[in-house]
């Protein structure tokens, strides 16, 4: 039986309900090594030019991943769906004045899972209070999480069913109204497999070249020139090819900084302060 969750939260377009016609396709699977043969690598010979060997598409697919984790690394943003187990500070008067606001480890928010109050270090038991998921109100890009009592309760009632357990009111009973660790979260982040947007994948296709590119091109493109001199005169002859792989290259980082940069602005909201 598949465990309840909150509602499916798309981070992008962020809160939006359905398509308004013209339809436009916003979506796409993660690249394969087929695909990127066809688009960022089109026209490059992926053949050594010393063995002869041609790139296999296990080779493509390690740069491919390697791609997707830079992209999670440098925007802190999770591409596949990942499941997280957090702990989070209790704090009495976070519940009491801001329904207890939390910011995640991880944004881009897909579900919340569980959300559950416990006074124990053993991570494998179950809280002692669990909090219905209707309560549990999610900002997916942001990251946040607020627990917001529904329809037909009342917040007095909320905080009392809450910590009816014997642990709160002996900690209650001591003067504790903080404790480390005492807030539990399960939740999903990351991108549905058939809704990653297509300027993810351009990144990532843009990663997996440079990367084969940078490693690999004096293999594919080697230093070809030669001079031949006879009585006195010379004549040299050349290829193109490393001209070529470091235009492509010098290409390649320059689109790699403009998807970037566009990406930051979505998912990320840098804000300029300029007063205090």
């Known amino acids: 039986m598949a465990d309840s969750k909150t509602p499916l939260q798309q981070p992008f377009p962020l809160r939006h309900t359905e398509e308004i016609l013209p339809k436009v396709d916003r979506f796409c699977v993660l690249p394969t090594a ?14 050594s030019s010393l063995t002869g060997q041609e790139m296999d598409d296990d080779t493509l697919e390690f740069y491919i991943n390697s791609g997707i984790s830079e992209l999670e ?3 802190d ?3 596949t769906p990942v499941r997280f187990r957090e702990t989070h500070d209790y704090r009495s008067q976070s519940f009491t004045w801001s329904y207890n606001y939390m910011k995640l480890d991880h944004p881009n928010i897909l579900h919340v899972h569980k959300v559950e109050l416990s006074f124990s270090n053993n991570q494998e ?8 998921n209707e ?11 607020q627990l917001v009592p529904a329809f037909g309760t009342s917040l007095s009632g909320f905080l009392l069913s809450a910590f009816s357990g014997t642990q709160f009111h002996a900690l209650r009973a001591i003067g504790v ?8 979260v399960e939740y999903t982040a990351g991108f549905a497999p058939d809704k990653v947007p297509y300027l993810i994948c351009q990144a990532i296709e843009i990663m997996a070249a440079i990367n084969v590119l940078s490693a690999l091109g004096p293999v594919l493109f080697p230093q070809t020139s030669s001079s031949i001199g006879i009585d006195g005169t010379s004549q040299s002859v050349g290829t193109f090819g490393p001209k070529h792989l470091n235009d492509r290259l010098v290409q390649l980082e320059q689109e790699r900084e403009r998807v970037m940069k566009a ?5 990320q909201r840098n804000f300029l302060v300029d007063w205090l």
Request: charged letters at 15%.
């Open 125 to 132: 038991a179950d809280g002692f209070v669990q909090f219905p």
């Open 135 to 145: 309560f549990v109100y999610v900002k997916p890009q942001e990251g946040t999480l």
């Open 177 to 184: 109204t903080d404790f480390p660790g005492g807030i539990r």
């Open 34 to 47: 087929a695909h990127l043969k066809k688009t960022t690598l089109f026209g490059i010979p992926l053949c």
């Open 73 to 75: 690394h440098t925007m």
């Open 77 to 79: 943003l999770h591409i």
């Open 263 to 267: 990406l930051s602005g979505y998912y």
